[in-house]
């Protein structure tokens, strides 16, 4: 199994700033992935993020809304850039094993005002 | 585009009741189907995996199967308790198509209340 941590845990922000959500995986992985859930919704998969490489996005998702980082094989972060309230979400971090379970972190609740 | 259902919407049993919850999607083309658990405000936590080959997975008091050719996955809980009161969701991964592919698409997920 994979142990993820997620911060910021919840957040509530003013439209037009950014935030920064770090995922931090307990093992080294390949891929790691983005998902974001709004309210009363399943979950999207917004971006699938490998080492050493550009994030692959979803239909919907761009690169300068959802920039990503993934230095090293056991971290990613996820911006959410000039937010607005249709951003407000919870943002999840997921992580692919061998076994082909996916693992997903506590998750981050994005509150824009 | 694969589309995942889950019924009912919501759920509430007393304690000690078997019950089911319905999965289906559209595309049989897929490589696994997962369950997962939700408590509120928290992440998922996985329950069950079912490779596309395979027809059911057990664990402790729950039970999953999974009928690919006619896009259909129910999980069954036994004996259910209180603290099985969560949110569950279902979710399919395609089949890999020359390389890895591990998008998952989920339902909306299932509102259980387990009553004391």
């Known amino acids: 199994s994979a142990v993820i941590s997620q911060k910021p845990s919840r957040d509530i922000c003013q439209r037009g700033t950014s935030l920064t959500i770090q995922c931090q995986v307990d093992?080294?992985?390949?891929?790691m992935f983005w998902y974001r859930q709004q309210p009363g919704q399943s979950l999207t998969l917004i971006a699938t993020a490998n080492q050493g490489s550009e994030a692959t996005y979803e239909s919907g998702f761009v690169i300068d809304k959802f920039p990503i980082s993934r230095p090293n094989l056991t971290f990613s972060t996820l911006t959410v850039s000039n937010m607005s309230p249709e951003d407000s979400s919870i943002y999840l971090c997921?992580?692919?094993?061998?076994?082909?379970?996916?693992?997903f972190g506590p998750g981050t609740r994005l509150t824009v005002l | 585009k694969q589309e995942v259902t889950q019924i009912p919407a919501a759920l509430s049993v007393p304690e000690g009741e078997n019950l089911v919850l319905n999965c289906s999607f559209t595309d049989s083309a897929i490589y696994n189907l997962q369950w997962f658990r939700q408590d509120p405000g928290k992440g998922l936590t996985s329950l069950l995996l079912?490779?596309?080959?395979?027809r059911e997975q057990t664990s402790g008091r729950l039970n999953a199967s999974l009928d690919k050719s006619s896009g259909r996955s129910t999980l069954y809980i036994a004996a259910s308790q209180p603290g099985d009161s969560a949110t569950y969701l279902c979710?399919?991964?395609?089949?890999?198509?020359?390389?890895?592919?591990?998008?998952?698409?989920f339902g909306k997920g299932t509102l259980l209340t387990v009553n004391p």
């Open positions: 997921s992580v692919g094993l061998l076994t082909d379970t996916q693992y």
């Open positions: 093992s080294q992985v390949t891929m």
């Open positions: 979710a399919v991964r395609r089949e890999n198509s020359g390389g890895s592919n591990y998008k998952l698409t």
């Open positions: 079912i490779q596309s080959s395979q």
